[in-house]
């Protein structure tokens, strides 16, 4: 009886643990209280979207600071939407190209021909269409918003990710082989981690570019059709056209407060989570840290109710697809025989895909241009090539040592990195004002002084890959430097520039694509009745752009497309492949 006694009180001591374990502590009412703040927050601003278009003429944007609440959220849901978006992209659109050479051959030139087109390229086809899609509701004018940040968002994390996955170490990649992983699960258990890093750089990255073009996302002007979304882009281009100073330190204000949120609600506990997929062999000696991780972390009702879906999501990645059986070919020759025949193929329709497209958009422009409209947009592109060339090489030697410097220290990129995501998500459009306001009032040339604000937002990108890859330089390759006391220029040259060159390569060429992009809204500014312009290819766009004018529009698109995929091709590719055989961390 005493041991029947016994054991019923350790029975019930036991229950009373469990019971303990799942009874919500304080971390658990803070983690649902943040939960139902963002989900009502979330379907607030959803139901804002579908209001009735006619809405928008109603109740016209206002520079009153009330509203900056409301507009801060809009313009929040849109780039979140655009994110989601572009991480869905990223997965498969990336790891086909990684995956395959046939597909690699069509995506990696589309990447860079649709990195290459302006934001405001897409929106001149885009509106009509989404808003066809809704007819007089919001919803169409939303899409259209958030698909133009989407294209400002979805190539550099392609790039980023596409890059990581041909950059995996052999080793690793023998080992998941050699333990008979399936193609699914060396994804999800070897790639997607070690791209993971990087991956999430680019996308705090994507998200601050994101902002740079919130301003023609927001405010949309393409011909006769303008549309004003509630949002901190319309309010900043309301403030600039009325040249209101103290409506746009409100703006920057609103924007301020916004990065610093999603920074440390969002980004902050994902750059902590993400460290575990670093690539190395010894103990790292600072981990980045973040106050809502841990408090995620020591939840327990939280981890109760997200359990199951956690066990979902793992036996998901754990799954083992087979694929078809393949005919055996009677011999190795037959075999490459019919690759290289399939091979013939593909590129063949390729190639004629891509001269019937060519002819089409000449047929169209032949019809209403001449050979002086298309001398002037490939002068003006020149132009602005010589402006890209000049801009990257600067950013590249200030932001490559710092990037450098901050990467290898944790604790310095915990701080700088909201500070550096506010600089990124800085809109040259503020800086407008003052730019316009000095070159009327000093007599500078437009031509030279405007270039700088090209450059303005995607330098960041250079900064954020530098950061990314200094952060995943392996701590035994450090300490093995250490060893063999390598110092100044060997230790740059031997060590850590051949570390993060893969990842200084993804992020020149999407600050390459980017700057030319920037060009539309940085070759002509204005403040108010004040206009400057400098010559070249972006302010062609913007003109034919304001103007309606499809035919030199396309035009324009086409010949910036010419000059960024034979920019890449002639430089950026053959440096991709330079670090993928010969600086891989093997």
């Not at 086809?125 to 919001?138: K, N, R, Y």
């Not at 052999?170 to 699914?184: K, P, Q, T, Y």
């Not at 059709?225 to 009325?242: C, E, F, M, N, R």
């Not at 990645?317 to 037959?334: N, Q, T, V, W």
Request: glycine share 6%; proline share 5%; with cysteine.
């Amino acid at each position: 009886m005493v041991f029947l006694a016994n054991d019923r009180r350790e029975r019930s001591a036991v229950a009373a643990l469990a019971g303990a374990r799942i009874l919500p502590n304080g971390y658990d009412l803070a983690a649902f209280a943040f939960i139902a703040a963002a989900a009502y927050l979330t379907l607030h601003g959803v139901g804002e979207m579908r209001a009735p278009l006619s809405s928008l003429s109603t109740a016209p944007i206002s520079l009153d600071p009330a509203y900056l609440p409301e507009y801060a959220l809009r313009t929040t849901l849109r780039m979140m939407a655009a994110i989601v978006a572009s991480l869905i992209f990223t997965f498969v659109v990336a790891t086909l190209a990684a995956k395959s050479r046939r597909a690699e051959k069509i995506i990696i030139p589309a990447l860079d021909i649709l990195q290459s087109v302006p934001v405001l390229g897409f929106l001149t086809f885009t509106v009509t269409f989404f808003m066809g899609l809704f007819p007089g509701s919001q919803m169409g004018a939303e899409c259209a918003s958030i698909f133009a940040i989407f294209t400002s968002q979805a190539w550099n994390m392609a790039f980023s990710f596409y890059q990581s996955l041909r950059t995996v170490p052999r080793d690793l990649d023998e080992v998941s082989r050699g333990f008979r992983l399936s193609a699914w699960q060396r994804f999800w258990r070897l790639e997607a981690p070690f791209a993971a890093p990087g991956l999430v750089w680019n996308t705090m990255m994507s998200m601050s570019g994101g902002w740079f073009f919130v301003v023609a996302s927001e405010a949309i002007t393409v011909g006769d059709t303008t549309v004003q979304l509630p949002g901190l882009g319309s309010w900043l281009a309301l403030a600039i056209d009325k040249q209101d100073f103290v409506s746009v330190g409100w703006a920057v204000l609103a924007m301020a407060i916004v990065i610093l949120l999603y920074d440390q609600l969002l980004f902050r506990p994902i750059v902590a989570w993400a460290d575990k997929f670093r690539f190395e062999q010894t103990a790292g000696q600072q981990k980045p840290r973040s106050w809502v991780y841990s408090l995620i972390r020591r939840t327990r009702l939280l981890k109760h109710v997200t359990a199951p879906f956690a066990a979902v999501w793992n036996a998901l990645f754990l799954l083992r697809f087979r694929s078809a059986p393949r005919a055996i070919a009677k011999s190795r020759g037959e075999q490459s025989a019919v690759s290289g025949l399939i091979d013939f193929c593909w590129f063949s329709l390729i190639a004629a895909i891509g001269a019937w497209s060519i002819w089409v958009i000449a047929s169209y422009l032949s019809q209403t241009l001449s050979w002086a409209d298309v001398w002037i947009a490939f002068a003006g592109g020149f132009v602005t090539l010589a402006r890209v060339v000049v801009l990257i090489a600067v950013a590249s030697l200030i932001w490559v040592p710092l990037g450098v410097w901050i990467g290898l220290r944790p604790a310095v990129a915990e701080r700088v990195q909201p500070i550096a995501q506010f600089l990124a998500a800085f809109p040259a459009n503020v800086l407008f004002p003052v730019a316009v306001i000095a070159i009327v009032a000093t007599g500078a040339s437009p031509s030279i002084w405007l270039s700088p604000l090209m450059v303005l937002g995607t330098q960041w990108y250079i900064l954020f890959n530098v950061i990314a890859g200094a952060s995943a330089f392996p701590t035994d390759l450090r300490e093995a430097s250490a060893v063999y006391r390598l110092r100044s220029w060997t230790w740059w040259r031997r060590a850590i520039l051949p570390g993060i060159f893969p990842y200084y390569v993804t992020g020149a060429l999407t600050a390459s694509g980017g700057s030319w992009n920037a060009s539309i809204v940085a070759e002509l500014a204005s403040w108010g009745d004040t206009k400057l312009e400098a010559f070249g290819l972006g302010s062609y766009i913007a003109k034919a752009t304001a103007a309606g004018d499809f035919p030199r529009v396309i035009l324009g698109i086409a010949v910036m497309s010419i000059f960024v995929t034979l920019f890449n091709r002639t430089l950026w590719r053959p440096l991709y492949v330079f670090a993928e055989r010969r600086l891989r961390l093997d």
